[in-house]
Structure formats: structure tokens, C-alpha cells
């Protein structure tokens, strides 16, 4: 029988997609014994196992539904759950930085907190490394193991059944449970991991126990993995700047500099002051390299009891992602440079304007190089600690009443706790006489000078910055459910589901900085101490640094920094922040109602779904503003409510055999940030005259969508798709700027750097301020395309019939969260989420040989959300990014499996540059570089199998 036809008799049996808080094949015992007859008929093995059981779950949905689902009980096809989701339509990944690992998902255009997580049906969050204080929704996939998972659902569509919340789409990791596979199964894996910068071979292991005793299952998963993640290249630090906007009032550029034009020393060779002045430089030159060591650790169980009538689980999970981080920094500092006392110390505040002595115009990018006078270099350590751990239980049952009608019920609870510190120590080296220049790459520029990097004696200016950040996401979940299969006129038949859902979700952020005392005890051990504990031996080894870079210089040791700077001792409670700190609750009451209808028309069997959802959220936030004449920061409350209809219509019609065309509309929503909505001002970066104020009455984001389908099955483990959609989102978050000055806004001193500081560390209160706030403003519309292909080449000839292939591509209309305008006022056209991405898989399973190959790309997209103009007139792109894998496996038999698997063999270099909006300067997208990393290439051996 064809694997086609088969996916016709299955869809057909099959009353609508699995409900997200159930366990296939629980969700329906029709669907699941058409389900299971069907993946009897074709016995295949591996990778495509695992396609074909996505492709019967994807043709029997009505909406739009993308499944991957593990070959057995524990053997997820992908290392990472976000990566495996990088091969579903529409669905782009953002990699975490430090690690190389895949994190975050952005969905059909929309940025990654547009998107909602669920686990077994219950709405989770957990955020890790970088994202740590963000206060950002969404889920940070890197917390776990894919080995922890049996199954994820993709839906793109809205039902009524699906959390609220996810505008852009929503995701359900479903753990496994004994009666997923009812027999005993033991299964265990072990691999080395080797990365090509770092130098070191990591170890990784898993272990899975799965039995059942009659009415009785027990399921125990235990995981571990570790790496150690090199990065190297070059740093601009977030921009370039010309000497002439950047002298004029208001600063224009991302940093104020100025060439000292006046020195005796100056000499402008054959160019006139004029080129000079408008000639660029970066705000920071330097080389970057850093050394991330993770350990995660995971574990996964259920008891189950399972009859004809009953179903009863108790399921936990649990996992702890560990990340000790090094990096190290050296170069120039050119931001925030001025000459406006020659007798001051060189390079030294009121002496530290770069004084052109031999300088070079590039003509294509206008970047300035050559050699400089009274340069100023720094050498920095960061070292930070982060740790997340994530907790969930659930308590599940399902009970047939009768063979129409079924009761299920969820009670859970999860719990995020992370928390990141670090110290961050420089020393720098005042008045030198420097040459930069780029290289060919822009990765490893070129940098030379007299002096001595690596003897302590040279260095001075010392600084030490300190911080600590706890990030705590909770949840609770209550949920039942009816689901009621009933009769209608002529051969229709229909399936009502019903329910009543209270959710509980919480994030608390709290924010410590321990910079002032540690600067205390800076100045006490004085220049001379800081230096004694400087050492010319790098704290990262293994890194390109190119040849024409200072491969030694001095610097701080791990150990060292932490004796000196204690980050937990100097971070104490004293050192609370709460212009940083809040807590907010939002508590939703849902309740829902769906129906799905099956029957005929013209001899075509047509499905449909049609249901509403009612929620009403109220939002509880606790932080805290300055208040009184002595505006002292006291507790503050703010309350609000609101409530949402959102209806949803999916229809799935079986135009032949084979071909079957979709279409869904329906409303959804997105709620805010948390931190735009907990009601602070604050300065979130302190070298920029930037403030933002939150809104605690922000209505969520809602949008009309509308989905069309072509999937075409046409042949067995075969598919050829097409889809259109298109998302009206009204009430939409937007920020809106306004002038005022630094004291209008009640904040210290100590909210903005020491480039705003004069010598007793005060700010002008007349300093201008740019204050952004929030509101729901605006209609958006984002359109695109998607389209995807599956095949298994089994029509060839042995031993070419083991071949088989699938792609994805995403097309996105520009969709931007706010307009870039040039300096002559005209709207250039940009896009906050890459406009295209695709993915290619070529694979091969035969006999106990198998390998796969895949490619993910991503085009370019703004760094960052709200494109701001600085007076430069340069846009900042994430440029696009490719990574290629790679696997071979070979199974001697059902209990050993030997697998080579081989990450980012491309060793992409992951880099952002800014690229002239006038189109004036710079064609290439590497010209000016702003941070440009290599990662290196990931190698991993390992033993797998069961017994």
C-alpha cells in the first residue's frame, strides 16, 4: 500500500490534531489505532522513521501542524530541540552566542517573544546565559537535552485549545511515558565531543529505563553533557563615527571623539581636514576571545497506570545548565576622546584626542587607518558565572466515560530560577603611538606600536565593574478537559472538546551591582597593587588572533579577579538595585470550546474546526519608584485586567488521494515585555543619554491571521507543500521618544557611565536625555510564504533507494518594529527578522549504514528590535549565517550503535556590520565589521544503543 494512501486512511479516522496536553497515542484511541496500523504497514527504521511518523501527524492535523517525533523511546533525531525545530517551515533560530548552541526560535517572522512554549500543555519559561535579566517572554531551548523529549508539536495556526499568547506560533515539547512503548527497553548513548578552537574533548551521556508491568509503567531518563566553546575576532563595540558629527551639539554617532588637529605632531599627508573629519572610525578596536564551559545536566520520569477507561501519570522533569565564561579583550579605545588640555597627562581625560600622524581613506568603506598619536589601549577580563535550573511535575489522568466521551485533567507546576554574576577588570596604557589597519577579513586587523604590552609597569587607569542578576520564572496550571464524539446528519460526524484553564505565571527580576565597593577596594590596593597581580600569560589559549595582532599582553587571571573582587561578597543585598528590580504576575482564567466536523462534499472528505476562546488576565506588578522630594526609590504596586475573545476556523479538504488544501483564520495575541511593563525609568546602557519608562497598562498585541495550504503527498514518504499567510496585528507596541534632561528624571548619578561624570562623579542635570516610552499605537501587517519538501527516494535501485532528502524555505515580507530614516529624511526599508531562511537535508539509511548532512541559513536582519539612526546614517545588520552538520552512524546491532556527528562544519564566522544607508560608502557587507566571531567546528564519537 502506498505510504500516501495510508496517510488519506489515517487522516480519515483521525478527528483532529492530537490535543497538546495529551500524550500520543492517548489523545484519541481512534487516531491512535489508525496511527499505529499505518506505521505497522511501512517498517522502516532511523531518520526516516522518525519523518514518516511527522509526516501522518502533519496530514492528520486540520490546522497547520508540524510534528518531530523520536524514532523510539528516547532517541530524539537532533542533539538539540532547537535545531531540530530550525527544519520546520517558518521557523528561524537564534543560536546562543557564548556557546555556538541553538536557543531561541522566531517564528514566521515575528521576534522570538512572540512565541509560546508549552510542556505537555502547560505554558513554561526559562531563559539562560546571556538572556539572564532580560525580563524577555519566551524559552530558552538550550536548557535541555533532546534526548528528554519523545515529541514536539509545532501548531502555526490558532484553535481554541492552544494557549494564548503565541502570536507568532506555538511549541509543545511532550516527555515520554512508559506506555509510549509498553515493554522494557534500556537505552544508553556516550560520546566524546571534540571542538576545533577550544582544543578539549568533552565528555556526554545518557541513559533512559523504560517498563511496564501490567496496568503499572515506570520511565527514567538521566542526561549529561559538557563542552567547551572558543570564540575569537574582532570588536567594534557598537559603531563608527566621523570626527565632524561627532563634534556637533547634540552628539550624532554612537560616541562623541574628535582628532586633534592642533598638535604640532598633526599631518594630514595629501588629504584635506575635510576627508579626515568625516572619515571613520570605530568606537572600540580590539580583539575578542572567550572560553565558555558548559555542563548540563538533565533528568526525566514517569509513573504511569494505565486500563481500558484510565489513564494516570505523574511526570517530572528537571535540568540544570551550568556556564563558567571567560573572556578577554585588548585594544584602542577611541570612544569618548577630546583634547581640551595639552598639559594634562597624555591620553588621559582632558588630553586623549587621537592626533593623526600618517593616516589612509579607504575609498569604498571610508574607514580611517594609518598611524596615531596618543592612543589609548585597554586590556580587560570579564568572568562570569551563570546557572539555570528548571523544575516541572505534573499530575495527569484521562478517563473514558464511555466510548463518546472522554475527561482529562492537568495539575502542574514549573519553576526557571537562573542567575548570572561577573567582575569585569582593565588596565590601560595612556599615549601611545599606534597603527591600525583591517586586514582583508575585518576579523584579525593589524595592530603595532613601541611600547610594551605585557610589562605591568606600562599599564594604569585601572577599573572594576561588578554585577549580579536573578531571573526566576514560575508557573502553575490547572486544567480539564471534555472531549465528546457525536453523530450529525447524513455521514458527518463531529468531536466536541470543552475546558476550563486558570494559569499562574510570575517573573521576578533582582538586580545587584557591587561596582562602587569594589572600586573602594581598586583605589586602596592602588596602581601599584593592581599591577603586582597582572601576569603576561593569556587566560584563554588556542585562539587565531591573526598575524598582525599582539599575541601576549597583560592581563588578569580567573582566580586573581575572584580573590580580589569577590562577585557574591561585593554583590550583597546592600547592593540591590531596584530602578532594575521587579516582580509581575499575570494570572489568566481561560475557558474554551472547539468542535471538529468530518463528512463529505462532492465525494471528498472535508474537515473542519471551529472554536473560541475566552480569557481574562489580571497583572500584579511589584517594583519600585522614587518617590517624595528626596525621590528615594520606595515599593510600589500596579494592577490591571484585561480580558480577549479570539475565535478560530480551520478547514482541511482532501481535493484527491493525495492532495490536500488547508486554510485557517483566527485571532491570537502576544503580551508585552515584562520589562516594558513594570513602570521603571532606568538607563539601560550607561554610555548612552538613552532612557526608557515602562507601561503597566499595555493591552497585549492581538492579530487577525490568515493561512492557506497546498500539500501535495505524492508518493510514499513523499511531500511537496505550499503555504500563504498573512498576520494583521493591531495594538501594538511602540516606543516613542521625547527631549528632557537627566534631572527630570529622578535617576542618580550613578545611572549613567563616567563619560557623563565630572571629577566628583556628577551629572549635569541639564545633561539632554532621549526618554523612550511605550504604547499600544499602530497596525502592522507581515505577509510571506513558505514552502517544504519531502522525499524518500525509495523508487531507485538498491543500494540507492536509502536516499532521501527534505527542504524548507521562508519568505517574510520586511516587517520592521519602527522606520529607519536617513539624515536627508528619507525611510529606508528594513527588516527586524531575516526576510528568508531555508534549510536542506540530505540523508541515507540502508541496512545498518546511515548518514545525514544539513544546511540552515538565515539572511540578515537588524541587531536589535527599534532601529535607531545616531546621526551616521549607518544601519547595524546581524548578517546572514549558514551552518552545515553532519552524521555518520553505523549499527552493528540493536544494542550498539557507533556515531560520528560533526556541527558548524563550516565554521561560520557570525558577524555584524553597518552598512551606509545613503549607499555613499562601503558596497561589501564586511567593510565595517562590528563584531565578528569564529566559532569553530564541533566533532563527536560516541556509543549508542538498547537492550
Request: no cysteine; hydrophobic share 35%.
Amino acid at each position: 500500500m502506498a505510504l500516501a494512501a495510508a496517510y488519506g486512511q489515517a487522516g480519515a479516522q483521525a478527528t483532529a490534531a492530537a490535543p497538546v496536553a495529551e500524550k500520543a497515542p492517548d489523545a484519541s484511541d481512534g487516531a491512535a489505532k489508525a496511527e499505529k496500523s499505518q506505521l505497522e504497514a511501512v517498517v522502516v527504521t532511523g531518520f526516516r522513521s522518525s519523518l514518516e511518523k511527522s509526516m501522518v501527524l502533519k496530514q492528520q492535523a486540520i490546522g497547520v501542524r508540524d510534528s518531530i517525533v523520536a524514532e523510539d523511546i528516547g532517541k530524539f533525531p537532533e542533539a538539540n530541540v532547537a535545531e531540530s525545530l530550525q527544519r520546520v517551515p517558518g521557523v528561524i533560530l537564534n543560536r546562543d552566542e557564548s556557546s555556538g548552541e541553538g536557543q531561541r526560535i522566531s517564528i514566521r517572522g515575528l521576534p522570538t517573544e512572540y512565541s509560546v512554549t508549552t510542556l505537555n500543555g502547560a505554558l513554561v519559561n526559562a531563559t539562560s546565559t546571556a538572556t539572564i535579566g532580560s525580563a524577555a517572554r519566551g524559552f530558552n531551548y538550550d536548557v535541555f537535552a533532546s534526548e528528554l523529549f519523545g515529541r514536539v508539536d509545532f501548531y502555526k495556526t490558532p484553535l481554541a485549545e492552544l494557549s494564548e499568547g503565541g502570536m507568532g506560533g506555538v511549541v509543545d515539547l511532550q516527555t515520554p511515558r512508559p506506555f509510549d512503548n509498553p515493554k522494557r527497553t534500556i537505552r544508553y548513548g556516550v560520546t566524546a565531543s571534540y571542538n576545533t578552537t577550544s582544543g578539549k574533548t568533552d565528555p556526554t551521556a545518557f541513559a533512559l529505563y523504560s517498563n511496564t508491568w501490567g496496568e503499572w509503567g515506570f520511565l527514567a531518563g538521566v542526561s549529561h553533557a559538557q563542552s567547551v566553546n572558543n570564540r575569537s575576532g574582532f570588536e567594534a563595540t557598537g559603531g563608527y563615527n566621523s570626527s565632524f558629527r561627532a563634534s556637533q551639539s547634540p552628539v550624532k554617532g554612537n560616541f562623541a571623539f574628535a582628532l586633534d588637529y592642533d598638535s604640532p605632531r598633526a599631518n594630514l599627508g595629501s588629504y584635506t581636514r575635510a576627508q579626515v573629519d568625516n572619515a571613520l572610525l570605530p568606537r572600540i578596536y580590539r580583539f575578542y576571545g572567550s572560553s565558555n564551559d558548559r555542563t548540563r545536566d538533565g533528568l526525566v520520569s514517569s509513573l504511569q497506570y494505565k486500563t481500558p477507561t484510565l489513564n494516570l501519570s505523574l511526570d517530572t522533569l528537571y535540568s540544570k545548565l551550568k556556564n563558567t565564561r571567560d573572556e578577554m579583550y585588548f585594544g584602542l579605545l577611541i570612544r569618548n576622546s577630546r583634547t581640551t588640555d595639552r598639559t594634562k597627562p597624555a591620553g588621559q581625560a582632558g588630553n586623549s584626542g587621537f592626533i593623526p600622524l600618517s593616516v589612509k581613506i579607504d575609498p569604498d568603506s571610508n574607514l580611517l587607518t594609518g598611524t596615531f598619536g596618543n592612543t589609548s589601549y585597554s586590556s580587560g577580563v570579564t568572568y562570569s558565572e551563570d546557572e539555570t535550573k528548571f523544575g516541572y511535575i505534573a499530575a495527569n489522568a484521562r478517563w473514558s466515560v464511555s466510548d463518546k466521551l472522554v475527561l482529562t485533567g492537568q495539575l502542574s507546576s514549573n519553576s526557571s530560577k537562573a542567575l548570572s554574576y561577573q567582575d569585569t577588570l582593565s588596565g590601560q596604557i595612556f599615549g601611545v603611538d599606534s597603527t591600525i589597519d583591517y586586514g582583508s577579513d575585518h576579523v584579525y586587523p593589524l595592530l603595532s606600536s613601541p611600547v610594551s604590552y605585557t610589562d605591568p609597569a606600562n599599564f594604569q587607569g585601572f577599573g572594576i565593574g561588578t554585577g549580579w542578576t536573578r531571573e526566576t520564572d514560575k508557573g502553575k496550571q490547572g486544567r480539564v478537559v471534555a472531549d465528546w464524539d457525536y453523530a450529525l446528519a447524513g455521514d458527518w460526524t463531529g468531536h466536541l472538546k470543552a475546558g476550563l484553564v486558570y494559569a499562574e505565571t510570575s517573573k521576578d527580576i533582582n538586580k545587584r551591582n557591587g561596582t562602587a565597593g569594589a572600586t573602594t577596594k581598586l583605589n586602596t590596593l592602588g596602581t601599584a597593587g593592581l599591577r603586582s597581580g597582572m601576569t603576561s600569560t593569556l587566560p584563554i589559549g588556542n585562539l587565531d588572533m591573526g598575524a598582525g595582532w599582539p599575541h601576549a599582553w597583560g592581563t588578569f587571571t580567573r582566580d586573581y579577579t575572584y580573590a580580589t573582587f569577590d562577585p557574591l561578597a561585593f554583590n550583597s543585598e546592600a547592593t540591590f538595585t531596584p530602578a532594575q528590580s521587579f516582580k509581575a504576575q499575570e494570572n489568566v482564567s481561560t475557558g474554551f470550546i472547539q468542535s471538529d466536523f468530518k463528512g463529505e462534499v462532492f465525494g471528498r472528505e472535508l474537515r473542519l474546526n471551529a472554536g473560541v476562546r475566552y480569557s481574562r488576565t489580571k497583572t500584579l506588578i511589584d517594583n519600585f519608584k522614587q518617590q517624595g522630594t528626596s525621590l528615594t526609590y520606595l515599593p510600589n504596586q500596579e494592577k490591571g485586567s484585561y480580558s480577549n475573545v479570539l475565535p478560530a476556523v480551520s478547514s482541511a479538504l482532501d481535493l484527491t488521494d493525495t492532495l490536500t488544501w488547508r486554510a485557517s483564520w483566527g485571532k491570537t495575541l502576544s503580551r508585552a515585555s515584562l520589562s516594558i511593563i513594570a513602570a521603571q525609568t532606568v538607563i539601560p546602557n550607561p554610555f548612552d543619554n538613552t532612557a526608557t519608562a515602562g507601561n503597566p497598562s499595555l493591552r497585549p498585541q492581538q492579530s487577525k491571521n490568515l493561512d492557506t495550504s497546498l500539500e501535495w503527498y505524492f508518493q510514499k514518504g513523499s511531500m511537496l507543500s505550499a503555504a500563504l499567510f498573512k498576520k494583521d496585528l493591531t495594538d501594538a507596541t511602540v516606543a516613542s521618544t521625547t527631549q528632557t534632561t537627566f534631572g527630570a528624571l529622578g535617576l542618580p548619578d550613578t545611572a549613567l557611565g563616567a563619560i557623563f561624570q565630572n571629577a566628583q562623579g556628577k551629572v549635569d542635570p541639564a545633561l539632554p536625555m532621549t526618554l523612550r516610552t511605550y504604547s499600544n499605537a499602530g497596525k502592522q501587517t507581515l505577509k510571506g510564504f513558505e514552502l517544504a519538501y519531502q522525499q524518500d527516494f525509495n523508487f531507485l535501485p538498491d543500494p540507492f533507494k536509502g536516499f532521501g532528502a527534505l527542504a524548507s524555505y521562508t519568505h517574510i515580507n520586511p516587517f520592521n518594529s519602527a522606520q529607519w530614516i536617513t539624515n536627508a529624511g528619507n525611510t529606508i526599508e528594513v527588516n527586524s527578522v531575516p526576510k528568508y531562511a531555508y534549510s536542506t537535508t540530505l540523508y541515507y539509511e540502508n541496512g545498518p549504514f546511515a548518514f545525514r548532512t544539513s544546511y540552515n541559513y538565515k539572511g540578515r536582519s537588524l541587531h536589535g528590535d527599534n532601529p535607531k539612526n545616531n546621526g551616521d546614517d549607518l544601519i547595524r545588520w546581524r548578517a546572514g549565517r549558514g551552518y552545515l552538520d553532519a552524521n555518520v552512524s553505523y549499527k552493528i546491532n540493536d544494542s550498539l550503535e557507533i556515531r560520528l556527528d560533526a556541527l558548524n562544519l563550516s565554521n561560520t564566522l557570525a558577524y555584524d556590520y553597518f552598512e551606509d544607508a545613503t549607499g555613499q560608502y562601503g558596497l561589501g557587507n564586511k567593510t565595517r565589521m562590528d563584531y565578528a566571531k569564529y566559532d569553530g567546528r564541533t566533532f563527536k564519537i560516541g556509543l549508542r544503543g538498547k537492550f
